[in-house]
């Protein structure tokens, strides 16, 4: 038989809580994403810069010619 003191229902309830808030501020995150994004290009957009979504990548164009390209997640 088991016997389960205080403290090791302490950090049993701290690692579960972990990775509880853990997993919801993913699940939060993911959910969030496509708005953010759309509020950056927009924000991008209004300051002149041009903005273009390929696949995984996101390239930015300054109105002078230069080009950043950045890796971005679906």
Do not use: Q
């Not at 699940?27 to 759309?38: A, M, Y």
Request: glycine share 10%; charged share 25%; net charge positive.
């Amino acid at each position: 038989m088991f016997r389960f003191t205080i403290r090791d229902v302490l950090w049993f309830t701290a690692v579960v809580a972990m990775g509880a808030g853990w997993w919801v501020d993913r699940v939060v995150s993911r959910d969030k994403l496509p708005i953010v994004r759309s509020h950056l290009i927009d924000a991008l957009g209004h300051e002149g810069f041009s903005v273009t979504i390929r696949g995984t990548e996101m390239v930015v164009e300054k109105p002078g010619g230069s080009r950043y390209s950045y890796g971005i997640s679906k």
